[in-house]
């Protein structure tokens, strides 16, 4: 009888050893990274109320009107898959007090559900590392906050293949006036707007500005632009935050077309996007949302954050060949009693060096079996260097190790000298 094996959902992904070691090295620099700006890690649960998305991300969005993961409870609540991070973070910011008349800087990482059409870069459970800054107004936690993405770019070797698109979307008044010039411009063109933007432009004309339908791109051109009817403060917290961009040294390009996917952003926004992934270009986003605590309940607090999308920089450092090979080898050692009588002693061995050099990759050989069958499992193990470890060897209290990688003589050792030895030969110290 044959039985049909079942299958992970379409869109989720499984990570197999080689790729989760390259998503180690990815998140070990960005845990490193946080820590160096002063920014603590929060978690909070991937279920929340429908109702935190709807009223957070905005009823007529493309996540909440088509993509969200939203089903009853067994007690009939309504609960959502996240699709993003802040709506949760903020929430739970404001449930513990976190708010109360002090700043915050937080971070987050971890996975997010969105029903679109999977295709390269876009899944339906995908991952995210994002940040937010809360109770701060001025430019300059927004310029610090795409200063550390910049610096992440620096380290993963990023910062030639990606571009930082800026844009400002203002106070909610000045949107809010923008918003109506803006529909009487589209009114005029209503021949060329396709389906989707008719349906947007009663909810959400904004969003049509960020069509990707090149046959208005000519007409969304010539479209009035939000950076021309700015009011006065956001005018100026713009150029404050490209004045410190410039001093810092940081290119950025102004694209009055950027509005972002969500409704609680105002004031900056920004994008770092690659043209080496095709399409699905935009790797980092994320602006201010001055109004979103409030939204929820909370007092006002000024807050500013971005979200990046993990698979994308992954699939970035892999086309580009940015992962360093330390990253991607398993093993540095692979330790080989040559027959059973060896085993208790290569297991002493062992942990002898784990306690000696914490960070070398050692891997025991378990399993018995005929002297070439362990010679073939230390070749295939993919280590560097095998100890071996038999009758003669334990007599004298000495190992033998061999160069399995490159051409060269093997040593016997005396165990007293291991660690001294291997210390130099292994990539100790990396993580
Ligand atoms: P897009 O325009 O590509 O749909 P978005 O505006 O919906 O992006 P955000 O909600 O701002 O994206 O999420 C921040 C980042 O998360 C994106 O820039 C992207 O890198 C990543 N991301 C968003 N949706 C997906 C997805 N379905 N699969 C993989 N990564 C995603
Ligand atoms: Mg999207």
């Excluded at 610090?144 to 106070?171: C, K, M, P």
Aim: overall charge negative; glycine content about 8%.
């Amino acid at each position: 009888m044959s039985k049909k094996k079942i299958q992970a959902i379409r869109g989720m992904n499984d990570l197999l050893p080689d790729q989760t070691a390259r998503w180690q090295y990815f998140e070990s620099t960005v845990q490193a990274l946080m820590r160096r700006y002063g920014y603590a890690e929060i978690r909070t649960p991937i279920v929340e109320q429908t109702a935190l998305f709807a009223r957070s991300i905005g009823e007529v969005t493309d996540i909440v009107e088509k993509e969200m993961y939203t089903f009853d409870d067994r007690n009939g609540d309504s609960l959502t898959l996240r699709p993003e991070g802040t709506a949760s973070c903020v929430r739970a910011a404001m449930e513990h007090g976190l708010l109360h008349n002090q700043t915050q800087r937080l971070w987050y990482q971890g996975p997010m559900f969105r029903h679109e059409r999977p295709q390269k870069g876009r899944y339906r459970q995908f991952h995210q590392v994002g940040l937010e800054a809360f109770g701060l107004e001025g430019p300059d936690i927004d310029a610090e906050v795409i200063l550390l993405t910049a610096r992440l770019w620096e380290e993963l070797g990023l910062i030639e293949h990606v571009t930082l698109e800026l844009n400002s979307l203002g106070s909610n008044e000045a949107r809010s006036a923008y918003r109506d010039r803006l529909v009487a411009y589209f009114e005029q063109h209503r021949d060329q707007l396709d389906e989707d933007s008719l349906r947007r432009l009663s909810s959400n004309p904004l969003r049509i500005l960020d069509s990707k339908n090149p046959d208005m791109a000519p007409m969304l051109n010539d479209a009035p632009r939000l950076m021309d009817h700015l009011d006065d403060d956001s005018r100026e917290h713009f150029q404050g935050l490209t004045a410190l961009l410039e001093a810092a040294g940081i290119d950025y390009v102004i694209n009055p077309r950027l509005v972002r996917g969500l409704d609680y952003y105002c004031r900056t926004v920004f994008e770092w996007t690659t043209s080496a992934l095709g399409s699905q270009g935009t790797v980092c986003a994320g602006g201010r949302y001055d109004g979103l605590v409030e939204q929820l309940g909370g007092k006002p607090t000024p807050a500013v954050g971005f979200a990046m999308g993990i698979e994308r920089l992954i699939l970035l450092l892999e086309t580009l060949e940015l992962v360093p090979e330390a990253a991607l080898d398993e093993l540095d050692l692979y330790v080989l009693p040559m027959d059973d009588g060896a085993t208790a002693e290569a297991m002493l061995v062992a942990e002898r060096l784990r306690s000696e050099l914490p960070t070398l990759r050692l891997q025991l050989h378990c399993g018995g079996g005929s002297f070439k069958s362990r010679i073939k499992k230390a070749d295939r193990s993919g280590a560097r260097l095998a100890l071996l470890l038999g009758e003669d060897e334990l007599r004298q209290s000495r190992a033998t190790l061999k160069f399995l990688r490159e051409e060269r003589d093997q040593l016997s050792l005396s165990q007293d000298a291991l660690a001294a030895t291997l210390a130099p030969l292994v990539a100790v110290g990396h993580t």
